[in-house]
């Protein structure tokens, strides 16, 4: 089994910087996309951002309400992957979730929550205004 832990969540002024982590432990873990979704109280878990490993070609995405404030990055050897939150504002509270996939070939989209296996507990972020 692999078990993902969040790191790093907290509260912040709006535009400030939050940075989170992800470590993944557990069986021999050889997911390809490892991302970030969140969730705000009454709304639905989004997509935010994720990253495929090196071997896949180490592509990033993001959702377009984070992109050029967010980046997305993975160490593999440390089986982590990080998320830089700048600029925050307001409507990015919410609770954040790790995940990753389980590494077998599938045509489900990255954005697509049914694409992962494996998930975290989640860390929360709140950025007052």
């Known amino acids: 089994q692999v078990q993902l832990v969040e790191s790093g969540g907290g509260l912040v002024q709006?535009?400030?910087s939050l940075r989170?982590?992800?470590a993944a432990s557990g069986r021999t873990f050889r997911?390809?996309?490892m991302g970030w979704f969140r969730q705000a109280p009454g709304r639905k878990r989004e997509f935010v951002a994720a990253i495929?490993?090196?071997g896949s070609g180490g592509s990033t995405y993001?959702?377009?309400s984070v992109k050029g404030?967010?980046?997305?990055?993975?160490?593999?050897?440390k089986n982590t992957?990080?998320?830089q939150m700048n600029s925050?504002?307001?409507e990015d509270t919410a609770v954040y979730y790790c995940a990753a996939d389980s590494g077998e070939a599938t045509i489900v989209a990255v954005t697509t929550a049914r694409r992962y296996d494996y998930w975290g507990q989640g860390t929360q972020v709140t950025v007052s205004s």
């Open 31 to 33: 997911s390809s996309v």
């Open 52 to 54: 495929r490993s090196s």
């Open 81 to 83: 992957v990080y998320l």
């Open 20 to 22: 989170l982590s992800c």
């Open 88 to 90: 925050l504002k307001p």
């Open 69 to 77: 404030r967010f980046t997305i990055s993975r160490d593999n050897a």
């Open 14 to 16: 709006a535009g400030g």
């Open 62 to 64: 993001y959702a377009d």
